[in-house]
């Protein structure tokens, strides 16, 4: 899938480069697949910081966006 391909593709840069990558993305799953690290903004302004090195960020966006499954 696209998806699959666009994650391979940032984390290979990544890893060659060292450099931060910033996604912009309403897609809840593919953000805490590919991010070690997701910022909420509103406004312009960081509301909160969420670690995700271990994948464990879902919960939180979910509970903060109030997704029901």
Do not use: M, W
Not at 3 to 13: E, G, S
Not at 43 to 64: C, S
């Amino acid at each position: 899938s696209s998806q699959h391909a666009i994650k391979r593709i940032l984390q290979d840069y990544h890893e060659e480069t060292g450099a931060t990558i910033l996604i912009s993305s309403h897609n809840l799953n593919h953000t805490v697949e590919v991010c070690p690290r997701i910022a909420l903004l509103e406004h312009g302004v960081i509301i909160r910081d969420i670690d995700n090195t271990t994948g464990q960020a879902q919960a939180e966006l979910e509970d903060y966006f109030q997704v029901n499954d």
